[in-house]
């Protein structure tokens, strides 16, 4: 049983607690308070990100690219049926893998000895630069000599969900911010009433690991992707309730606001200011949403350009859909098409199969987006990506030792393929090369560290400076271990 004296101790110490230097602003007479609370709400996050950067010096020098627009392939496409002309492989078809080439690896699926897979589609040059591209790419192929092709990108990881962490967020862990929330955490937004870091998914999936592909991590929750829907309305909830008015909406944002600048001002949590900013922002979107993303707003060229058909959910719409954001100012627009995972184990996962399908139905998109955004003269300023999260063997995914109808590959992180256009990379240029079967690098081998730095150094950012401290240590996109711009590819 506690005796008086405790007691008073322990009122005093209670009181003690609760008068934070939040009460002395929310209670001081001479207006010190309300001062504070007034520069608080509907800009805070914008104002962070304007404080933070000027506090970073950034941009530290002046950007090739103004925007992104990254078009990841999810399940990993194979390099050797698109990209790496490899007569030697051709050559190989169907004798046993060589003993080095197993020895101390490690693979999702392969077990015992496999069979050395040949490319399976026939591959031509093409443009001035003479890129060697598969003739599943046929649309694509007539725009080489505006793409810079690296072919040893590399990753440390061969299972999908910690390998496409790695090429988003850096790490191969949960928790940690993507690029998209790098950017915009750095850089801001063009446009006030869209997010500045848009997702489009296509291909009836989400990615393995989802949501955290787009995070924020441990940036403020502002900072993370805002996925958008093809079909219907491009956020869900976004729409007033029924029987609502957009001017009682008014009144009902500015209520909710004035009370959690209140609750900010009482427990100082920063995620207060987040809510009141989406909040503002959905507010905006309604308006500012539907008609960037109304791609019936198109010229009929325009659409069959792309093979874009309004009211549908497909990745030649989210190619579109990219062009009108970029346009619009969103800074960076993430595409993630489902269904890539090529081991052959059904048709859909197959070489011989699915493979083919998701070829015819992204090639065309892509050729179009690149042209459109040429011909608008947007291409110079806008950053496209192309890539995977790893690669496929130059082995076939044999799981039983008996040979199956379907073709397939397996996972391989030691070198595979991502392609670059615009933004202020070289055209026409191919930086890396494997062996003759491309399994390994044998020149300019490129780590996903490297590859960010790059991406991060066209936007005007030195990947060193873009730091912010979590845990002990001053977290950056490119992780602990050094990281270097690839300077060739830069035009």
Sequence with gaps: MMNRSSLIQEALHSSLQNFTRRHFLRESTTGLGAFWLALQGTQAAKAKTAEGAAAMGLPHHPPRASRVIYLHMVGAPSQLELFEHKPELRKLHGRPCPAEFLEGKRFAFIKGVP??????????????????????????????????????????????????????????????????????????????????????????????????????????????????????????????????????????????????????????????????????????????????????????????????????????????????LAERGVRFIQLFDWGWDSHGSSQAEALNGGFQDKCRQVDRPIAALLADLKQRGMLKDTLVIFGGEFGRTPMREMRTMQRAALVGRDHHASAFTFWLAGGGVRPGFTYGQTDPVGYD???????????????????????????????????????????????????
């Design 441 to 491: 690098p044998v020149e300019n081998p490129v780590p996903l560290r490297d590859f960010h730095a790059t991406l991060l150094h066209l936007l005007g950012v030195e990947h060193e400076k873009l730091t912010v401290p979590f845990q002990g240590l001053r977290q950056k996109l490119t992780g602990v271990q050094p990281a270097q711009v690839i300077h060739d590819i830069v035009a």
């Design 115 to 324: 069979e050395m897979l040949g490319p399976q589609f026939p591959f031509a040059q093409h443009g001035e630069c003479g890129a060697w591209i598969s003739d599943r790419l046929p649309h694509f192929a007539q725009h080489v000599d505006d793409v810079c092709f690296i072919k040893t990108i590399q990753t440390d990881q061969f299972n999908h969900g910690p390998a496409q962490l790695m090429v988003h967020t850096g790490q191969a862990r949960l928790g940690y911010p993507s690029i998209g929330s790098w950017v915009t955490w750095g850089l801001g937004s063009e446009n006030d009433d869209l997010p500045g870091f848009i997702v489009l998914l296509s291909g009836g999936r989400p990615p393995r690991v989802g949501k955290a592909l787009w995070s924020a991590g441990f940036l403020e929750s502002v900072y993370q992707g805002v996925q958008c829907r093809g079909v219907g309305s491009p956020v869900l909830h976004i729409e007033n309730p029924e029987g609502t008015s957009r001017d009682e909406r008014r009144i009902m944002l500015d209520t909710l606001g004035d009370l959690n600048r209140q609750a900010y001002a009482e427990w100082g949590d920063p995620e207060t200011l987040t809510r009141i900013a989406q909040y503002e922002m959905a507010f905006r979107m309604q308006a500012a949403a539907p008609e960037a993303m109304e791609i019936g707003r198109e010229s009929p060229a325009t659409l069959e350009l792309y093979g874009a058909e309004p009211g549908q959910e497909s990745f030649a719409n989210n190619c579109l859909l990219a062009r009108r």
